[in-house]
């Protein structure tokens, strides 16, 4: 069955460092997000991709964040100069189409020191 | 802005108990809602998507619910299992295109064998 994969599973950086989470999403799949879930609290939306482009992004989303789809089936969160509150864990999702059945990643434990 | 509730926020029950999981939004202007499982520290996975038009899906053991006018969901667990030890999140989708999933806290179920 197709599945989202992600890598690396567990990320540890420095405060200040830059990071990449990476993505590869469901091949048919049109569209791709970042969510992200710090400890004990809900999972939050940071931004959603289409068509190589940006087609939502949330209040989290700042200019720290970046997205890049490098080629046909990459997928990246770049984080510029991480924060002690970065640390979370950190899903990619990808969907058919708009507004149908989202499919997460096993999702990127980020820890910032 | 929309919100999700989840009630429990925690569950034990003994294997072969049936059980209800609860789930509210604010708004009910949805475009469907999505039920996932979460095993600690891992991923999501989706479990039954409800689209606003409809009043049910089930999948094996699990029956979803869906009264959009009530803002309510419940997800139905037949004869559980230990192996649906997990927390269970419910997220809901604006009616309003690409927007972001929105979630609930989730329910963490224990089946005590």
């Known amino acids: 069955e197709p599945e989202v994969t992600q890598t690396p599973s567990h990320q540890v950086t420095q405060m200040g460092q830059e990071v990449i989470l990476r993505c590869v999403p469901i091949s048919n799949h049109l569209y791709f997000y970042w969510y992200r879930q710090i400890l004990g609290q809900k999972v939050e939306f940071l931004v959603s991709f289409y068509n190589n482009e940006i087609s939502e992004k949330s209040e989290i989303f700042d200019d720290q964040f970046s997205v890049e789809r490098p080629d046909g089936s990459n997928f990246t969160l770049k984080i510029r100069s991480t924060k002690l509150e970065d640390s979370a864990m950190y899903f990619c999702a990808s969907s058919e189409l708009v507004a149908v059945e989202l499919f997460f990643g096993s999702g990127t434990q980020l820890s910032v020191l | 802005k929309q919100e999700v509730t989840q009630i429990p926020a925690a569950l034990s029950v003994p294997e072969g108990e049936n059980l209800v999981l609860n789930c509210s939004f604010t708004d009910s202007a949805i475009y469907n809602l999505q039920w996932f499982r979460q095993d600690p520290g891992k991923g999501l996975t989706s479990l039954l998507l409800i689209q606003s038009s409809q009043r049910e899906q089930t999948s094996g053991r699990l029956n979803a619910s869906l009264d959009k006018s009530s803002g309510r969901s419940t997800l139905y667990i037949a004869a559980s299992q230990p192996g649906d030890s997990a927390t269970y999140l419910c997220?809901?989708?604006?009616?309003?295109?690409?927007?972001?999933?929105?979630f609930g806290k989730g329910t963490r179920l224990s089946v005590i064998a």
């Open positions: 997220a809901v989708l604006r009616n309003s295109g690409n927007t972001p999933l929105v």
